[in-house]
């Protein structure tokens, strides 16, 4: 790394086991986990991945796998008391004409009778509603305020969570699950707030890394390491880490009917 | 509620009693203003969430396409900005600070720091869903036009992004090659994802 002064605090030791013990609120980061102050805060609005795999367990282009974790790290400790937000609207969105805008969306809810009841509702993909602007003027498709998807040719209602569930297209099955999962990304956590810090947290145990940089290289490798297992691990996996996915699996043709068979996708939440 | 019963809000605590007509739960909350000493109580009914949801707008509050583009790429103060945004507008918005971290932390020339922007703006992971399924795999379409790209759940997304940003993969001058990995093997030595939906691994359970 150029350009960053090695910072001249001293190292503030992280063994897992204190980690462990130390709390969650802003332990974990991944490939999005805990980015923003808001996020931060509240959990349940972090995107922590996104993925877009063949379907069939990545053997089949003619489906296609969309991934949505959120929430992470949910260690098991907290599974029970784990449910998506019902008053959050998730969105995958899908750009296949390449200008960077939603062509199709997908709009997951989530809905609840009691704390132990959650359904999902899933609807689209489809074309984006019309929005109207606040003072309900119609204004332009998509973008980043919306209204729920009413109509959508293809809709799942009423759902439950933690179990594979599927609805007929006219161009397949379709399939959703939206639940508790093992979180299956990994990387050298503490060591990346040592080189870059002004990404940390914010609360939490690694808040009390250094403010300033007094890492310059990545370690090879690198505890913590789980004993049990005899192998380097990473933070989540030490954690046990677990996240809330949504996963759905489309035929590809409902992504991309035209002859443009790229596609851009992206995952929003929103209030 | 409404905009309406918001701006009833002159009081100096105004506690706002919410009763779920499925579950009789009831929440309050409270406002407090100083300045004015007032006293209100209201009560609604909350709608089931289905029918409320049918009825607002959504504001988006949360973003993510590429693994890493904020975390890695772009400063704190600024992921906020990027989670409000769209791909539409990423390079015009982050294309020069994606740009001043690489050339500047990172220390790569202006032309990999260049690509590197243009590969991962706009915000999306992009598939070529018309090519192989075997050859999925996390931006490897910079290097092979005829794969199918997109983000698999073992692909390295640290390592791939570090060894661009960082070491050889797209420039051998000025490279950090401690920085190129984090030397995490795949899932970090937990659980390995199975063949079958939803594939993700299941939930860690509570020790007995």
Redesign the interface.
């Known amino acids: 790394m150029k350009g960053i002064p090695l910072g001249s605090r001293k190292l503030v030791g992280l063994a897992c086991v204190g980690l462990l013990g130390a709390g969650l609120a802003g332990l974990a980061w991944a490939s999005d986990h805990q980015q923003s102050r808001l996020t931060e805060l509240q959990p349940r609005m972090d995107i922590t991945d996104m993925y877009v795999f063949p379907g069939t367990g990545g053997t089949d282009a003619a489906r296609t796998t969309l991934v949505m974790n959120t929430s992470s790290p949910i260690v098991p400790a907290q599974n029970a008391g784990a449910q998506f937000d019902p008053n959050l609207l998730y969105q995958f969105k899908i750009d296949n004409s390449g200008d960077g805008i939603e062509d199709l969306v997908i709009h997951v809810t989530f809905d609840s009778t009691s704390q132990n009841n959650r359904v999902i509702n899933v609807r689209g993909p489809v074309a984006p509603p019309a929005r109207m602007d606040p003072i309900g003027t119609p204004a332009a498709q998509g973008g980043t305020a919306t209204v729920l998807l009413r109509n959508a040719a293809v809709s799942l209602i009423g759902g439950a969570v933690n179990t594979n569930l599927s609805v007929t297209t006219p161009s397949g099955p379709m399939q959703v699950f939206a639940g508790l999962r093992d979180d299956p990304f990994f990387v050298d956590l503490e060591q990346f707030f040592r080189i870059l810090p002004d990404r940390k947290p914010v609360t939490g145990p690694l808040a009390a890394l250094p403010e300033t940089q007094n890492a310059t290289a990545f370690r090879g490798f690198a505890p913590p390491f789980d004993q049990t297992r005899g192998a380097p691990v990473d933070i989540l996996t030490v954690l046990r880490a677990n996240t809330l996915a949504i996963v759905i699996e489309v035929p590809t043709a409902l992504l991309a009917p035209g002859t443009n068979k790229k596609i851009g996708v992206w995952g929003t939440i929103s209030r | 509620m409404t905009a309406g019963r918001l701006g009833l809000l002159g009081a100096s605590v105004l506690a706002i009693a919410l009763t779920s007509a ?2 009789n739960e009831r929440e309050t909350i409270t406002f407090v203003n100083d300045t004015i000493r007032t006293t209100r109580v209201d009560t609604v009914i909350r709608r ?3 029918r409320f ?2 009825f ?10 590429n ?2 583009v ?3 790429l772009l ?2 103060k600024d ?2 900005f990027h ?8 390079r015009a918005n982050f294309t020069g600070r994606i740009v001043k971290f690489i050339t ?4 790569r020339s202006q032309a990999t720091a260049t690509a590197i922007a243009n590969t991962l703006l ?13 050859t ?1 795999g996390y931006l490897n379409i910079v290097f092979n036009a005829n794969a ?1 790209g ?5 692909d ?3 390592d791939i992004s ?1 060894g661009a940003v ?1 070491g050889t993969l797209l420039d051998p001058n ?1 490279a ?4 190129a ?11 390995v ?15 007995p």
């Open positions: 499925c579950t089931d969430t289905i949801n049918e607002r707008t959504f504001n988006q509050v949360e973003r993510l396409g693994p890493l904020a975390e890695v400063e704190f992921h906020g989670d409000v945004g769209t791909p539409a507008t990423d500047g932390t990172a220390g706009p915000d999306m992971i992009t598939a070529q869903t018309d090519k192989a399924a075997n999925a199918y997109g983000r698999r759940l073992q390295d997304a640290v570090a960082f000025n950090s090659p401690g920085l990995t984090d030397n995490v093997p795949a899932f970090g030595g937990g659980p994802p199975g063949s079958g939906f939803p594939y993700l691994a299941n939930p860690n359970a509570p020790t």
